[in-house]
């Protein structure tokens, strides 16, 4: 057996095991952490104190454990794009020493999302037409034949 097919199940539980630990170390803070810089706490502040965190960071464990799982793995991508962004601006401002770490993950995000391009196509065609179920063309909307006389 080729070491191909193993390729995706190793990134995406790389990427898995890393959203899901530093998401839940937000919580019981068990991982030791530098202090950050100085000019970085009042966006770090902003981030706390607006509750922005505590929305990313079930986020990132859920989405986390999604990956972990093999289950609903393009979603959990297209949910953690754009906060690896947010870590990759972070970094790049105020703390560039950890600009590797985040490099890696959007390294295996982008793997990931081309291993995944099928499940990804529909959503990026430039034109699509809503589906109609054969209830809504009929014109009855889900009501029933009482309610309409």
Do not use: C, D
């Not at 922005?52 to 959990?76: D, H, M, Q, S, Y």
């Not at 991508?77 to 790049?92: D, Q, S």
Request: glycine share 8%.
């Amino acid at each position: 057996m080729s070491a191909q097919p193993k390729v995706p199940l190793i990134a995406r539980t790389l990427l898995g095991l890393a959203f899901t630990v530093f998401g839940l170390n937000f919580y019981p803070h068990f991982l030791p952490q530098p202090p950050p810089p100085p000019e970085a706490l009042p966006f770090l502040g902003a981030l706390v104190s607006g509750k922005i965190l505590a929305i990313i960071k079930p986020i990132e464990i859920l989405a986390g454990l999604a990956l972990l799982g093999n289950r609903f793995v393009p979603l959990a991508l297209t949910l953690l794009a754009p906060i690896e962004i947010g870590i990759l601006a972070f970094h790049g401002v105020f703390e560039p020493s950890g600009i590797l770490i985040v490099a890696v993950l959007i390294a295996l995000t982008i793997y990931l999302a081309w291993s995944y391009r099928a499940a990804f196509a529909p959503m990026l065609r430039a034109r699509v037409e809503p589906t109609v179920s054969a209830t809504a063309a009929a014109g009855t909307h889900g009501s029933s034949a009482a309610a309409r006389a």
